[in-house]
Nanobody
Framework: QVQLVESGGGLVQAGGSLRLSCAAS????????MGWFRQVPGKEREFVAA????????YYADSVKGRFTISRDNAKNMAFLQLNSLKPEDTAVYYC???????????????????WGQGTQVTVSS
Protein backbone atom coordinates (compact mmCIF):
# COMPACT_ATOMS: atom_id res chain seq x y z
CA GLN A 1 0.00 0.00 0.00
CA VAL A 2 1.04 3.55 -0.72
CA GLN A 3 -0.69 6.46 0.94
CA LEU A 4 -0.66 9.77 -0.90
CA VAL A 5 -1.59 13.14 0.55
CA GLU A 6 -1.76 16.28 -1.56
CA SER A 7 -1.42 19.81 -0.29
CA GLY A 8 -0.77 23.30 -1.60
CA GLY A 9 -4.02 24.04 -3.38
CA GLY A 10 -5.89 27.28 -2.93
CA LEU A 11 -7.39 30.35 -4.55
CA VAL A 12 -5.18 32.37 -6.87
CA GLN A 13 -5.69 35.06 -9.47
CA ALA A 14 -5.13 34.37 -13.14
CA GLY A 15 -1.45 34.60 -13.95
CA GLY A 16 -0.47 33.50 -10.47
CA SER A 17 1.37 30.42 -9.26
CA LEU A 18 0.91 27.55 -6.86
CA ARG A 19 3.06 24.61 -5.86
CA LEU A 20 1.29 21.37 -5.13
CA SER A 21 2.94 18.73 -2.99
CA CYS A 22 2.25 15.03 -2.72
CA ALA A 23 3.58 13.23 0.34
CA ALA A 24 3.91 9.47 0.00
CA SER A 25 4.15 6.84 2.72
CA UNK A 26 4.09 3.08 2.81
CA UNK A 27 5.99 1.23 0.12
CA UNK A 28 9.24 2.43 -1.42
CA UNK A 29 8.38 5.65 -3.19
CA UNK A 30 11.17 5.30 -5.73
CA UNK A 31 9.52 2.13 -7.06
CA UNK A 32 6.61 4.15 -8.41
CA UNK A 33 6.03 6.33 -11.39
CA MET A 34 4.08 9.42 -10.38
CA GLY A 35 1.32 11.32 -12.10
CA TRP A 36 -0.88 14.34 -11.56
CA PHE A 37 -4.46 14.49 -12.76
CA ARG A 38 -7.26 17.00 -12.35
CA GLN A 39 -11.00 16.82 -12.37
CA VAL A 40 -13.90 19.24 -12.47
CA PRO A 41 -17.47 18.24 -11.57
CA GLY A 42 -19.24 16.43 -14.36
CA LYS A 43 -16.07 15.72 -16.32
CA GLU A 44 -13.65 12.83 -16.49
CA ARG A 45 -10.36 12.90 -14.66
CA GLU A 46 -7.80 14.56 -16.92
CA PHE A 47 -4.09 13.83 -17.19
CA VAL A 48 -1.84 16.76 -16.32
CA ALA A 49 1.73 15.54 -15.90
CA ALA A 50 3.80 12.48 -15.02
CA UNK A 51 7.32 11.53 -14.13
CA UNK A 52 9.05 8.16 -14.18
CA UNK A 53 10.35 6.55 -10.99
CA UNK A 54 13.92 7.57 -11.85
CA UNK A 55 12.90 11.09 -12.86
CA UNK A 56 14.50 10.64 -16.26
CA UNK A 57 11.23 10.93 -18.18
CA UNK A 58 8.52 13.55 -17.89
CA TYR A 59 5.22 13.93 -19.69
CA TYR A 60 2.77 16.82 -19.92
CA ALA A 61 -0.66 17.46 -21.30
CA ASP A 62 -0.56 19.96 -24.14
CA SER A 63 -2.78 22.31 -22.16
CA VAL A 64 -0.18 22.75 -19.41
CA LYS A 65 3.10 22.32 -21.29
CA GLY A 66 5.40 25.26 -20.63
CA ARG A 67 3.38 26.38 -17.59
CA PHE A 68 3.46 23.40 -15.20
CA THR A 69 6.50 21.48 -14.00
CA ILE A 70 6.50 18.10 -12.31
CA SER A 71 9.31 17.03 -10.00
CA ARG A 72 10.02 14.52 -7.28
CA ASP A 73 12.37 13.98 -4.37
CA ASN A 74 12.74 10.26 -3.76
CA ALA A 75 14.81 10.80 -0.64
CA LYS A 76 11.89 12.68 0.93
CA ASN A 77 9.10 10.60 -0.60
CA MET A 78 7.63 13.69 -2.21
CA ALA A 79 6.30 14.68 -5.59
CA PHE A 80 5.54 18.22 -6.70
CA LEU A 81 3.66 20.10 -9.35
CA GLN A 82 4.60 23.72 -9.94
CA LEU A 83 1.74 25.62 -11.53
CA ASN A 84 2.66 28.90 -13.23
CA SER A 85 0.71 31.32 -15.41
CA LEU A 86 -2.51 29.89 -14.10
CA LYS A 87 -5.71 30.32 -16.05
CA PRO A 88 -9.34 30.07 -14.90
CA GLU A 89 -9.66 26.86 -16.91
CA ASP A 90 -7.03 25.29 -14.64
CA THR A 91 -9.58 25.33 -11.83
CA ALA A 92 -10.07 21.75 -10.66
CA VAL A 93 -9.34 19.25 -7.94
CA TYR A 94 -5.80 18.03 -8.47
CA TYR A 95 -4.82 14.48 -7.61
CA CYS A 96 -1.47 12.78 -7.40
CA UNK A 97 -1.23 9.12 -8.28
CA UNK A 98 1.36 6.35 -8.14
CA UNK A 99 1.92 3.57 -10.65
CA UNK A 100 4.18 0.60 -9.94
CA UNK A 101 7.32 0.67 -12.03
CA UNK A 102 7.89 -2.41 -14.15
CA UNK A 103 4.23 -2.62 -15.11
CA UNK A 104 2.71 -1.28 -18.28
CA UNK A 105 2.32 2.43 -17.69
CA UNK A 106 0.09 4.46 -19.95
CA UNK A 107 0.83 7.79 -18.34
CA UNK A 108 -2.34 9.58 -19.39
CA UNK A 109 -4.81 6.86 -18.36
CA UNK A 110 -6.07 6.88 -14.75
CA UNK A 111 -6.48 3.10 -14.53
CA UNK A 112 -2.72 2.74 -15.05
CA UNK A 113 -2.23 4.11 -11.54
CA UNK A 114 -2.50 1.95 -8.45
CA UNK A 115 -2.84 4.57 -5.70
CA TRP A 116 -4.45 7.98 -5.44
CA GLY A 117 -4.51 10.86 -3.04
CA GLN A 118 -7.65 12.59 -1.84
CA GLY A 119 -7.09 15.67 -4.00
CA THR A 120 -6.50 19.35 -3.41
CA GLN A 121 -8.66 22.15 -4.82
CA VAL A 122 -7.12 24.74 -7.11
CA THR A 123 -9.30 27.71 -7.97
CA VAL A 124 -8.13 30.38 -10.40
CA SER A 125 -10.12 33.59 -10.50
CA SER A 126 -10.26 35.81 -13.58
Amino acid sequence: QVQLVESGGGLVQAGGSLRLSCAASGRTFSNYNMGWFRQVPGKEREFVAAMSWSADSTYYADSVKGRFTISRDNAKNMAFLQLNSLKPEDTAVYYCAAARSGSTWLVWIPVSYNYWGQGTQVTVSS
